[in-house]
């Protein structure tokens, strides 16, 4: 039982780091979250302005 449930966990985490690695190759910022572009603009205006 415990052999099965570490092969589940390491299944799971490998889709999970394989849907990660091509996501951010596209959104090459790292911004994943949808605000994140705001704050990023955000800030880039902040530092101008400094």
Same mark, same amino acid.
């Given at each position: 039982?415990?052999f !099965?449930? *570490?092969g589940i966990l390491? @299944?799971s985490l490998?889709?999970?780091?394989?849907g990660? +690695?091509p996501? %951010? *190759?596209i959104n090459a910022d +790292?911004?994943?979250?949808?605000? &994140?572009? %705001?704050l990023? &603009? &955000? !800030? *880039? %205006?902040? %530092?101008r302005? @400094?």
């Amino acid at each position: 039982m415990t052999f !099965s449930g *570490l092969g589940i966990l390491c @299944v799971s985490l490998a889709f999970n780091f394989l849907g990660d +690695g091509p996501r %951010e *190759l596209i959104n090459a910022d +790292g911004a994943t979250e949808p605000y &994140a572009q %705001e704050l990023i &603009a &955000a !800030s *880039l %205006e902040y %530092e101008r302005a @400094v």
